[in-house]
């Protein structure tokens, strides 16, 4: 492509239909709650908050994988500069959810069988918040189609599995703490926190964070 080819593509604006409007509006909710709920200043509703967004999140998710394949305007992507750096809201988060922020996943349900493997919350939505970002800056520079596009691609790519893990870890938490029935070890007995642990203590440690968190005075 030509320099003035590209500078034409670049300051290209588009209008957002209400589609596109209701998938941004909620990406920049998600993407804001998420951050605010890392401040910490409310660490008792700090599940239930994310349950709640991480389950919003997923329904624009559904929308955009329910609908054909969006095609953007331009032939190829224009430059958005760096990602924005989440490693504080990485760690934020971490500390917030020490030390339940450790579970188990199964990347691929269709594919061969495997061992799970041990993921953080933290990481997860950091990776998550990463993506959306992305395709918001496409979305304030009137760059829609191509927001939406990164949108769909990114969902069934990356962040659609990984919010739908964290979301079943976040609702395997609540349902332990309401069915009272205490968090298990890791599998195979593997230790996956790194604070020197045992999983007796992670156990116990996560058993009452959540009944903390929801308002249960005993978990035995």
Request: aromatic share 6%; glycine share 8%; with cysteine.
């Amino acid at each position: 492509m030509s320099d003035t080819t590209t500078a034409t593509a670049a300051q290209r604006s588009e209008e957002p239909d209400d589609f596109a409007v209701q998938i941004a509006d909620s990406i920049n909710s998600f993407v804001l709650s998420v951050h605010e709920i890392a401040k910490g200043d409310e660490p008792g509703s700090a599940i239930s908050l994310l349950l709640l967004e991480v389950s919003q999140l997923l329904l624009a998710g559904g929308r955009l994988g329910a609908i054909e394949d969006v095609l953007p305007e331009d032939r190829y992507e224009p430059d958005t500069g760096p990602d924005a750096d989440e490693d504080e809201l990485r760690q934020k988060l971490a500390a917030l959810l020490a030390p339940i922020d450790v579970y188990h996943e199964v990347f691929d349900p269709y594919g061969p069988a495997d061992k799970p493997v041990p993921c953080r919350i933290s990481d997860d939505i950091a990776g998550v918040v990463t993506d959306l970002q992305h395709g918001l800056v496409h979305y304030r520079a009137g760059r829609v189609s191509e927001a939406l596009w990164w949108w769909q691609f990114s969902y069934l790519a990356n962040w659609g599995s990984n919010t739908t893990a964290v979301l079943r870890a976040l609702q395997s938490l609540v349902a332990h703490v309401r069915l009272d029935s205490p968090i298990g070890a890791p599998v195979d007995g593997a230790d996956t926190d790194d604070d020197g642990l045992t999983d007796e203590q992670l156990e116990q440690q996560a058993g009452e964070l959540m009944a903390a968190e929801l308002g249960v005075k005993d978990l035995s």
